[in-house]
């Protein structure tokens, strides 16, 4: 049995590998999306694309192995093709609510605030407390996010063109009354096209809109994204990305001298306060071996220790407190600045968190001591009794599938539910099936894997409502100087070779994560 148990997790981790390796070397280039902005990304005769997000793209892309197909296409197309083509597409977009649960947002390129400008002549350049649909015909460009805005406020009369050099001469020529763009946005082409903006005037400052690398949000996009939110941190930590920085803003304080970089964000809101150490709060999912309580209450373990030393890297040392799943979740929709871990990024968890960084890997499968195994949840006999933790994902799976389900408080009794005969297989990982023997202090050797299901990450995550994306980035940043570092991975092999020795834990580290399975295997 134990032969047929490691063939078969043999068998999905070779296929795993194969995939991955093929794809390095067989994958075509990725299509990455732009739109013609000067500066950022200026489309030439031949349709050639230069500028600083398309080295910041290429840049991230390297990181990942993936080589970059720029495509420049007027804005309104480029978010047509982003829906409808959705594998292999990257791109460029401001972020928004409507658009949040649409999208992978890799990383933030500028922060820049949104207004409304109208001519220095006008009745309303004089008036206070003015709101958006006070004003009867405002130019934006068609299909951009500002013109749902200007929807949604009832505005009468939207002249949507096809470009902002369009727009602004609208506004100029009197052709409408306002205009609804960006204050960077109005400097570069305005100068670009040398239109006499000096007649504009802000009347109205909306909002500060953060454009982003995004990749369409598919089943088939999920491990590309977690991939290149990787490679953004990397490449954003890395020399090239502040020679880039460097080179970039002189130039942009040509058109608008209120030009700062905020954690490896072009802003063009002045120097923004991200607040201190007090206003994070930061919370553990207790999980033996890996984030336990100690004797004095503290919160001790291979995940609270990193992600002190994170803490530490990114000047924001605080208090860890515990706390059950099920407050985590409701605390992280419904307060700012919430850290917590270890959690792990499945479908349905996607948007409810920022993910920071990985810390362990394991993979879940179902697990049993009747020597039988199977391909998949549709081949379990209906008369299986499936053993799941309460309010875990797998509970829902399992049900999903048709199949009995029994959900417990705790991977120790799911596991002497198994050893007892009350339950058929236990639907977890091999990390939980050795937290639950630990429990009930059993050797469990008997216990095999019956069906492999797929491989999950856990992370330390950021709440998302309410929270900065300096904030965002900054954690971010400082997680990959923290695991870059020879004292960490010093530090995470030592943690390794005691947790394999002294507690009997099976993994090993690999990429700055914990992979709960024997190297090699």
């Known amino acids: 049995m134990r032969i047929k148990w490691l063939l078969l997790l043999l068998l999905v981790s070779l296929h795993s590998v194969v995939n991955a390796d093929a794809a390095d070397k067989q994958q075509p280039k990725f299509r990455v999306l732009t739109s013609d902005s000067h500066l950022f990304s200026e489309v030439d005769a031949q349709g050639q694309v230069s500028g600083f997000t398309v080295s910041l793209v290429e840049g991230v892309l390297s990181k990942a192995r993936i080589e970059a197909k720029f495509e420049a296409l007027p804005f309104a197309k ?59 015909s405002i130019s934006v460009v068609s299909g951009d996010y500002r013109e749902t805005i200007l929807q949604n406020h009832e505005v009468s009369n939207i002249v949507a063109v096809d470009d902002w050099a369009q727009a602004i001469t609208s506004t100029l020529s009197g052709e409408s009354q306002g205009l609804f763009f960006s204050q960077m946005g109005l400097a570069l082409i305005c100068k670009y096209h040398n239109l006499q903006c000096d007649q504009l005037e802000k009347v109205l400052l909306w909002d500060t809109a953060y454009s982003y690398i995004v990749l369409p949000k598919t089943v088939q996009n999920s491990e590309l994204a977690a991939k290149l939110t990787v490679a953004a941190s990397e490449y954003k930590a890395s020399p090239q990305y502040a020679k880039l920085i460097e080179k970039m803003v002189p130039q942009l304080q040509k058109y608008l001298p209120d030009v700062n970089v905020e954690e490896g964000i072009i802003s063009f809101v002045g120097n923004k306060q991200l607040g201190s150490a007090k206003d994070l709060w930061v919370i553990a999912d207790l999980v033996p071996f890996f984030a336990e309580m100690d004797s004095r209450g503290n ?62 890997r394991n993979m879940h499968a179902l697990f049993g001591i009747d020597g039988k195994t199977y391909t998949s949840l549709s081949d379990i006999p209906r008369d299986k009794k499936i053993a ?134």
């Not at 400008?117 to 958006?132: C, G, K, T, W, Y």
């Not at 994306?469 to 943690?495: C, F, G, H, M």
Request: aromatic residues 8%.
């Open 78 to 136: 480029v978010v047509s093709e982003l829906n409808a083509q959705k594998h292999g597409v990257i791109s460029i977009l401001a972020r928004t609510p409507e658009r949040e649960n649409d999208y992978y947002w890799i990383t933030p390129i500028t922060a820049n605030p949104v207004a409304l400008f109208v001519r220095a002549d006008s009745p309303f350049s004089s008036q206070e407390n003015i709101a958006l649909a006070d004003v009867s």
């Open 299 to 360: 919160i001790v373990g291979y995940i609270p220790d990193l992600v002190r030393k994170i803490l530490h890297q990114a000047g924001l040392e605080q208090q860890i407190l515990a706390a059950p799943w099920e407050r985590i979740v409701r605390e992280a929709q419904s307060k700012s600045n919430v850290l917590a871990f270890a959690v792990a990024r499945t479908p349905d968890r996607e948007d409810l968190f920022h993910w920071l960084t990985p810390v362990t």
């Open 388 to 521: 799941t933790l309460r309010s875990d994902y797998r509970t829902e799976v399992s049900m999903e599938a048709g199949l009995t389900t029994i959900e417990f408080d705790s991977w120790g009794a799911a596991m002497a539910a198994i050893l007892s005969g009350e339950a058929d297989y236990i639907f977890g990982s091999q990390g939980g099936v050795q937290v639950g023997c630990k429990e009930i202090r059993k050797a469990c050797r008997q216990v095999d894997i019956v069906m492999p299901h797929r491989y999950v990450t856990a992370y330390v995550v950021l709440s998302k409502s309410g929270t900065q994306p300096e904030l965002v980035e900054r954690l971010k940043n400082a997680s990959v100087i923290v695991k870059q570092s020879t004292d960490y991975k010093r530090w995470a092999q030592q943690w390794s070779e005691n947790a394999k020795m002294k507690k009997g834990l099976e993994q090993h580290v690999e990429n700055g994560v914990i992979n709960l399975w024997r190297a090699g295997r």
